[in-house]
């Protein structure tokens, strides 16, 4: 599947852990219908054993390919790969980069965290598609995240790259306060709990649409 940076503007991210009271599937199916532009399977910390998280994999893959939505996989290129899955992110704790894209290959998109300017430029050098800055605020779901750098960290990286390059901000949005990543130079937000915990995830996936659309750049 080929890569754009549109294709990030509301980019959702989950594992079973993130919906405890609900069906991951049903959670996925819903955050499409409210319009979610990307996915990445992050089963985390979770009760599942390897085939179980195969299996889920394997469905949520099938249903992100019935609707045209890329389908990533967290951390696990060898996951990615049993999955056939459109792509791989890593942070900069886990498998090197470079090694990633030698893995995947270069069809395949490749997603990069990087908190500043450094970690951005290593992360284009190795062959990332985008990056994923954040925390942008306090999140509850992933407990070693750091503090919060905000979106002025992520303009700060958008100033400084030479190039245009596709950036998502990931970490504590909701739908009000995803304009001011936008305004920081965002082309989208990566979110868990915003949808995956809501009551309503196919509303609360529109809200969040709704927020990206009428921030004013
Ligand atoms: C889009 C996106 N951006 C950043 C991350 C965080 O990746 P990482 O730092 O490796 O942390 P974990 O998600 O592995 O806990 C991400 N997953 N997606
Ligand atoms: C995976 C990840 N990486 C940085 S913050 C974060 C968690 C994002 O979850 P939420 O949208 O619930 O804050
Ligand atoms: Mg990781």
Do not use: W
């Amino acid at each position: 599947m080929s890569f754009t940076a549109t294709q990030l503007r509301l980019y959702f991210i989950m594992g079973s852990q993130d919906c405890p009271d609900q069906d991951p599937i049903d959670v996925l199916e819903q955050a499409i219908a409210g319009g979610i532009t990307m996915f990445q399977f992050r089963e985390k910390n979770s009760d599942l054993t390897l085939s179980e998280t195969v299996a889920l994999g394997r469905h949520l893959r099938e249903i992100c390919r019935q609707h045209n939505i890329p389908f990533i996989v967290n951390d696990r290129a060898d996951l990615a790969l049993i999955l056939d899955a459109d792509g791989v992110h890593v942070g900069q704790e886990d498998m090197p980069a470079r090694e990633v894209r030698r893995l995947i290959g270069p069809d395949k998109i490749l997603g990069v965290s990087a908190e500043n300017i450094a970690e951005a430029r290593q992360a284009i050098e190795d062959g990332a598609d985008y990056i994923g800055v954040g925390p942008m605020f306090l999140t509850s779901s992933k407990a070693d995240a750091g503090f919060p750098i905000y979106p002025e960290a992520l303009q700060s990286i958008r100033e400084q790259l030479e190039e245009p390059f596709p950036i998502v901000g990931i970490g504590g949005i909701t739908a009000s306060n995803a304009h001011k990543v936008m305004a920081a130079g965002a082309d989208g937000i990566a979110v868990i709990s915003a949808i995956a915990k809501a009551e309503d995830p196919k509303q609360a996936a529109e809200a969040l649409v709704q927020a990206i659309n009428s921030t004013k750049m």
